[in-house]
């Protein structure tokens, strides 16, 4: 049984600093992804990473500021977020495919494993 445990979430000032974690259990192999949910919006992704951690993928508005990282060691998949916007603000998500393609995976569907969310809330 597959499973998904987010951590790491706060309420922060703009210009801060966090990082999510998320550990996933009952998996050898897997593509992950953040995504985030702001009220009232879709989910959106935010960053993707391959199996091995050499094919990486940022949205346009985290690119330079949130860097996606794991440690496959401890099938762990972490977000840093730097210089937090309050626009950042939202219900992040870790999402998992179990694979071993290594390839970043980029769209909703494609995931098929899912954690509880873990609130961000930046303020300015």
């Known amino acids: 049984q597959v499973r998904l445990v987010e951590s790491g979430g706060g309420s922060v000032q703009a210009g801060d600093s966090l990082t999510l974690s998320c550990a996933a259990s009952?998996?050898?192999?897997?593509?992950a992804g953040w995504f985030r949910q702001a009220p009232g919006k879709e989910r959106e992704i935010v960053a993707a990473?391959?199996?091995?951690?050499?094919?990486?993928y940022h949205t346009d508005s985290v690119r330079g500021r949130f860097t996606i990282s794991r440690d496959n060691a401890k099938n762990t998949v972490f977000l840093q977020m730097n210089s937090l916007k309050p626009e950042d603000t939202a219900l992040y998500y870790c999402?998992?495919?179990?694979?071993?393609?290594?390839?970043?995976?980029?769209?909703?569907?494609?995931?098929?494993?899912w954690g509880q969310g873990t609130q961000v809330t930046v303020s300015s």
């Open positions: 999402a998992i495919k179990q694979t071993w393609s290594d390839y970043a995976r980029l769209t909703f569907g494609e995931y098929s494993n």
């Open positions: 009952g998996v050898l192999s897997f593509a």
């Open positions: 990473l391959s199996w091995s951690g050499r094919r990486a």
